[in-house]
């Protein structure tokens, strides 16, 4: 119905498939290693109920009200000064912020402002679901590099590259989540980052840098934010307090160049006209009150025994052929299944079976690679991962 009627774009439009995946496993007899919840145990409820107890009382009507579309000032000039002093990025003012309703929304301003139809963007293969989804209304050219352990592979980048260029083409922009990226876990080391930045200036293209887990590290030592070795304002970076605060609250940022952030704010202006007034005060009082730097090593000891609960389940119960990344933190690890084992046919019995993942095609615009599929280990407990992975080894040995 209405077919006729549908725009190109809606005609266009695809349900992402975890989106999708997460009505299927609404039965709580299903233990789901799945969506990419935080756990409920990592939210601050009686804080954040006193900071808006707070913020009533004080100021009601004003956080209560429409605001700017870049954001309230007071609160840009919160997350320039922890950008500064915590992400080590040099030379930024709080016109070079952008608040968002969400990482997801830096993403869809990201396409609107920079994409046309047939433009290349380049991704990491396996990508971020959600980068697909936003970007494809403005029909893009997906070209998707390959990574390994060390994150995307830059030399596979510069070859492709390479290739373009011969073919008279460049690329409108390189996206990346180089800290234990979503799905794989792996994170990208410096080596590579900066390459990556050269490769940018020599093929004079940009970079929009995703960091979304960057706080959550449970191993290993901090690599540098690609932003912050940016001396040529090539990066765009997206931040979030989805994973250090709430998804609930819905409360992001950009981090780029002034002329990007004000294309930015217009197209903004056409979808939301604003970010949530009350929450961006509310994530700022967290930030100002000392909260947020207090609350980070509890999410991280809770989280570290969690991976350490799903990595030791792992040795313990997968077949031999079975591979998986061992992440230094964030939120996922991913499973590479023998070459003729397809993990899309395997999801029905894995249901049967009472335990769901993501499968991993739907990371990758060609929808390949079907031996692979993404686990999470923040939202299900320690006990419902070890019978997850349990109850996922015996699908698994069938099928070998």
Request: aromatic share 10%.
């Given at each position: 119905m ?8 809606a005609?266009?439009i695809?349900?992402?498939?975890i ?5 299927v ?17 990592a ?5 954040i ?16 009200q429409?605001?700017s ?8 000039d919160v997350?320039?000064?922890r950008a ?5 990025f040099s030379n930024?003012?709080?016109e ?5 309703a969400?990482?997801?929304q ?7 402002i920079?994409v046309n139809?047939?433009d290349?963007?380049?991704?990491e ?7 697909l ?7 893009p ?5 390959e ?6 592979n ?11 260029k ?13 800290t234990?990226?979503?799905p ?12 990556l930045?050269?490769?940018?200036e020599?093929y ?17 030592k ?5 932003k912050s070795?940016?001396?040529?304002e ?5 931040g979030?307090?989805?994973k250090?605060?709430?998804p ?8 780029a160049h ?12 056409g ?8 929450s961006?005060?509310?994530a700022q009082?967290?930030?100002?009150r ?12 809770l ?10 389940s ?16 964030g ?6 299944l ?10 029905p ?6 335990v769901?993942?993501?499968?991993g ?12 599929m993404?686990l999470n ?9 070890k ?13 070998l």
């Amino acid at each position: 119905m209405f077919d006729e009627e549908f725009s190109e774009i809606a005609k266009s439009i695809k349900a992402s498939e975890i989106r999708e995946l997460l009505k299927v496993v609404q039965n709580p007899e299903i233990i789901s290693l799945a969506g990419g919840l935080p756990s409920p145990d990592a939210f601050p409820v009686e804080v954040i109920r006193e900071i808006v107890d707070d913020l009533m009382e004080k100021e009601g009507p004003k956080v209560l009200q429409y605001g700017s579309t870049d954001g309230v000032n007071s609160f840009r000039d919160v997350i320039v000064e922890r950008a500064t002093n915590k992400f080590g990025f040099s030379n930024i003012h709080r016109e070079n912020v952008l608040i968002l309703a969400g990482s997801q929304q830096g993403l869809y301003l990201a396409a609107k402002i920079f994409v046309n139809r047939k433009d290349i963007v380049i991704v990491e293969a396996p990508t971020y679901v959600g980068v697909l989804t936003a970007f494809q209304s403005y029909f893009p050219t997906f070209v998707d590099i390959e990574m390994d352990k060390d994150g995307m592979n830059t030399h596979l980048l510069e070859s492709k590259l390479k290739e373009l260029k011969k073919e008279g083409k460049k690329p409108k922009l390189i996206y990346t989540i180089p800290t234990f990226q979503n799905p794989a876990g792996v994170t990208m080391n410096l080596e590579r980052r900066k390459h990556l930045l050269e490769l940018a200036e020599e093929y004079n293209t940009l970079i929009l840098e995703d960091g979304p887990y960057e706080e959550l590290r449970y191993s290993g030592k901090d690599v540098p934010r690609i932003k912050s070795l940016d001396k040529n304002e090539r990066v765009m970076y997206l931040g979030t307090f989805s994973k250090i605060l709430s998804p609930g609250i819905r409360i992001a940022f950009m981090i780029a160049h002034e002329d990007i952030i004000q294309k930015a704010i217009l197209a903004k202006q056409g979808v939301d006209l604003c970010t949530n007034t009350l929450s961006q005060y509310i994530a700022q009082e967290y930030i100002r009150r000392g909260y947020l730097d207090r609350q980070i090593p509890k999410i991280i000891k809770l989280y570290k025994e969690k991976r350490d609960t799903m990595l030791d389940s792992l040795e313990d119960y997968f077949p031999e052929g079975v591979d998986w990344t061992k992440p230094d933190g964030g939120m996922f690890l991913w499973v590479t299944l023998p070459k003729h084992v397809d993990a899309e046919k395997l999801f029905p019995k894995a249901i049967e079976h009472k335990v769901a993942y993501v499968v991993g095609s739907a990371f990758y615009p060609k929808r390949d690679h079907k031996n692979t599929m993404r686990l999470n280990f923040t939202y299900p407990s320690n006990e419902m991962i070890k019978e997850g992975i349990k109850r996922l080894a015996s699908v698994i040995k069938e099928a070998l």
